[in-house]
């Protein structure tokens, strides 16, 4: 038996949809839904050109060949210096209707459009889920010479079907607030800095003096709504979405002004100040330029900082890594490989890229006390590590029985709450900070 839900229109289920995404790109000028026959299903306004139904026809003809290329169809008009862009939107490996896009400005390269379009992946799924279904919906009323165009029902939908597109909408939904939330926080300056110890876990470091406080900086995001969120819950939106570079910016931003105006309480302690960095960013030339200009202009030691970069981004775009690592070197800031076991295994970058840490992933770092694999992978990550002369950090260690285990499996660090939570950069104790304490002194 078919479950109907006459109520849902057009403009009670895209529109939603359609407007969040234009409120949270403000460079959306208009946009248009379609069919998988090109029909328009919904429209922010009557702004149609020619060329943009030759667009959208070139779609609905080849829309996996146009799939394919990653960044939809484009035609650009200097004399209104407006880019407009058709691309197929897909459920699954089902073609299901064509969005087209107007944008301010032109995007005469391949990098402007790829960001352009990094910030439409996200809605559009949930958009040719909608979209199909409308469709389907609008093909059996006009067989049946049915009229009433205001009760398009999603027909040959089961109730499980429609639980699940709802479902889609209430956590794009989600999605959309937060990425305003992040948004707001980087127009206002609002993130936050926090700081986590990195304990070294050599007999001989723990009681000497003078070893340098490692701590790693960690973004936060304070809300009204939702409370302080930790980078966990909202740094996968902001990668989705394309920020990624804009908060890496930000972060190096705060933590060179919040270091040049606290000198005096974190330069005693020798701390060096750990900080990740994205995929994203490392793989564009600006914000390398970027970094590097703060850095020079900052008048701290260099070799305060340490940049950290995922395995798997590392891995996958070596040369631009070993770019960034080389510059940094030469400026006496250190290099981390973050995530380490988490990649493709394959550490050849690592040839060219003069690290000084490799940081093992929490996921491996979780059976270090029990499961006879993660204890091996360990141990070959340490083993290599040894080799190449690299130091080994292990993350996410929260409880007693991990921190013996990666101790015993010879890593040099450990990090995570069986010794300190993260805390506010301007509250956070640097003298006697406990970060160079043995692992049986540190505390739950």
Request: net charge negative.
């Amino acid at each position: 038996m078919t479950h109907h839900t006459p109520h849902e229109t057009p403009d009670s289920l895209l529109a939603p949809l359609a407007r969040g995404l234009m409120r949270r790109a403000p460079d959306i000028l208009a946009l248009s839904i379609h069919s998988s026959r090109g029909a328009a299903l919904w429209s922010s306004g009557d702004f149609l050109l020619a060329e943009d139904h030759a667009l959208i026809a070139e779609v609905v003809e080849e829309p996996h060949d146009v799939r394919g290329n990653g960044c939809g169809l484009w035609w650009e008009s200097a004399d209104t210096a407006r880019a407009r862009c058709a691309l197929p939107i897909h459920d699954g490996d089902d073609f299901c209707g064509v969005l087209l896009v107007v944008f301010s400005g032109l995007t005469l390269d391949d990098e402007g459009r790829e960001e352009r379009m990094n910030g439409l992946l996200p809605v559009l799924p949930v958009l040719a889920k909608a979209a199909h279904r409308l469709d389907v919906a609008k093909a059996e009323s006009e067989a049946s010479d049915t009229t009433i165009v205001a009760q398009l029902r999603f027909v040959n939908a089961s109730h499980e079907e429609e639980e699940g597109l709802a479902c889609d909408i209430e956590a794009l939904a989600r999605e959309q607030r937060l990425l305003a939330l992040i948004d707001h926080a980087l127009k206002q300056d609002e993130f936050a800095l926090h700081l986590q110890p990195i304990v070294s876990l050599r007999d001989e470091d723990a009681t000497a003096r003078g070893n340098p406080l490692i701590v790693e900086v960690l973004i936060r995001l304070p809300t009204a709504e939702f409370g302080v969120l930790a980078s966990h819950e909202f740094l996968a939106t902001a990668e989705r979405n394309g920020r990624m570079p804009a908060i890496d910016r930000w972060v190096i931003r705060a933590l060179l002004v919040w270091m040049q105006r606290n000198r005096d309480r974190w330069a005693d302690a020798k701390a060096v100040f750990s900080v990740n960095l994205s995929g994203k960013s490392v793989v564009r030339p600006d914000f390398r330029d970027y970094l590097e200009l703060c850095l020079d202009k900052s008048g701290l030691p260099l070799d305060a900082l340490r940049f950290e970069v995922a395995e798997l981004d590392a891995g996958l775009a070596p040369q631009e890594f070993a770019r960034l690592a080389k510059s940094l070197a030469d400026r006496g800031c250190e290099v981390s490989v973050d995530n380490a076991g988490t990649g493709s295994g394959q550490y050849g970058f690592l040839r060219e890229v003069n690290a000084d840490i490799l940081k093992i992933d929490g996921s491996l770092v979780a059976g270090a006390h029990d499961d006879i694999v993660s204890r091996a992978r360990i141990n070959g990550l340490v083993h290599m590590a040894d080799t190449l002369g690299m130091r080994t950090v292990a993350s996410r260690v929260d409880t007693t029985g991990k921190l013996r285990a990666v101790k015993q499996l010879g890593v040099d660090y450990a990090q995570g709450y069986q010794m300190r939570v993260p805390e506010d950069i301007n509250s956070f104790e640097f003298i006697n900070a406990g970060a160079q304490r043995s692992p049986d002194s540190a505390h739950a």
